[in-house]
């Protein structure tokens, strides 16, 4: 079993709608999880950082954390076309190491 | 304020050589930390650098090794390219530990 779970799509929604994105994690350990957007060709940008379980809201974004359930998603309201990337959950424990989920391919259509 | 910056930005080498990446940290960051991204998956992490010392190491062979200079700036070397290699490597950089990490655009590295 994989550290992290997380379904590559692709997921393609029309414009304004609401994405849910959603990883699964088998390490009790990790404590830090990070939401990522990668556009082609490009490094990773960070979206959203969260410590332990609960809710954190950043403009159109929400990220999500039950560490009972081991299950962190990220919801984005009012999608725009210029979400389309791939967005890479991304988490860690005690060491410094992120380990990461493989992305999920997002297109809002306009 | 420049982020991240790597060096090249693409590169062609041939199986056997060896190539050496370059990655200057984001101003006010001290730690340095490569991935390895194969196509269509999640980075990889290679290793980590703080104040000039291999901190941490994934689960890479030695024929990738790296170094810090202490201006922070810091060189990821590949030696004896396997086709497998060809990837992004991304540079990761972040104000100490348990501080989010600002990635560069990488260094597409392909091995022929």
């Known amino acids: 079993q994989k550290e992290v779970e997380q379904d590559p799509g692709p997921l393609s929604v029309p414009e304004g709608a609401i994405v849910s994105l959603n990883c699964t994690y088998s390490?009790?350990?990790?404590?830090?999880f990070m939401w990522y957007r990668q556009y082609s060709r490009k490094g990773p940008e960070l979206l959203m950082y969260t410590y332990s379980s609960g809710n954190k809201e950043d403009g159109r974004f929400t990220a999500q954390v039950d560490k009972s359930s081991k299950y962190i998603s990220l919801f984005i309201r009012d999608s725009q076309p210029s979400d389309s990337a791939t967005y890479l959950c991304a988490m860690r424990g005690g060491s410094e190491k992120l380990v990461f989920g493989k992305g999920t391919k997002l297109t809002v259509n306009p | 304020d420049a982020g991240v910056t790597q060096s090249p930005t693409h590169l062609i080498k041939t199986r056997g050589q060896q190539v050496t990446l370059r990655c200057s940290p984001k101003s006010g960051h001290d730690t340095v930390s490569w991935y390895q991204q194969a196509l269509g998956q999640g980075p990889q992490f290679i290793f980590q650098?703080?104040?000039?010392?291999?901190?941490q190491r994934g689960n890479f062979p030695d024929r990738f090794s790296g170094h810090q200079f202490p201006n922070y700036s810091s060189e990821l070397n590949v030696n004896a390219l396997l086709l497998g290699d060809s990837a992004l490597y991304l540079c990761?950089?972040?104000?100490?530990?348990?501080?989010?990490?600002?990635f560069g655009s990488g260094t597409r590295l392909t091995v022929v």
């Open positions: 650098y703080y104040e000039e010392e291999e901190r």
């Open positions: 990761a950089s972040s104000p100490g530990q348990g501080a989010g990490y600002t």
């Open positions: 390490n009790s350990a990790f404590q830090y």
